[in-house]
């Protein structure tokens, strides 16, 4: 079992940065992929990004075009996602998720066994 909160989001300025982290706590954190996803208010969730057990990531390259970067420290079980020069369309609750272990990230949301909460981002213009 893997338990997943996420924290760090808020009100920020259009063009401003922002510093997502996903803390893990359970067994064999740093043997599973973990991805971020959001889902703004009337719209389906989507995939953002995501990292592999060994650190390799994956984008959504049509909605973060190299403004998002995601990292993972085992040390910490914590996998992060900055998010530079947001755009008002970056408003969404993010969440992040966990596969199973030894899975590799996946942009499918049914491929994901664990979920967090949420965190509210919120980009004013």
């Known amino acids: 079992q893997v338990q997943l909160v996420e924290s760090g989001g808020g009100l920020v300025q259009a063009g401003g940065s922002l510093r997502l982290s996903c803390a893990a706590s359970?067994?064999?954190?740093?043997?599973?992929?973990v991805g971020w996803f959001r889902q703004a208010p009337g719209k389906e969730r989507e995939f953002v990004a995501a990292?592999?057990?060994?650190?390799?990531?994956?984008y959504n390259t049509d909605s973060v075009k190299g403004r998002f970067t995601i990292s993972r420290d085992n040390a910490k079980n914590t996998v992060y996602l900055q998010m530079n020069s947001v755009l008002s369309e970056d408003t969404a609750v993010y969440y992040c998720?966990?596969?199973?272990?030894?899975?590799?990230?996946?942009?499918?949301?049914?491929?994901?066994?664990?979920w967090g909460q949420g965190t509210q981002v919120t980009v004013s213009s």
């Open positions: 359970g067994s064999s954190f740093s043997a599973r992929s």
């Open positions: 990292i592999n057990w060994d650190g390799v990531p994956t």
């Open positions: 998720a966990a596969r199973t272990i030894a899975s590799r990230s996946s942009r499918e949301i049914s491929d994901y066994s664990y």
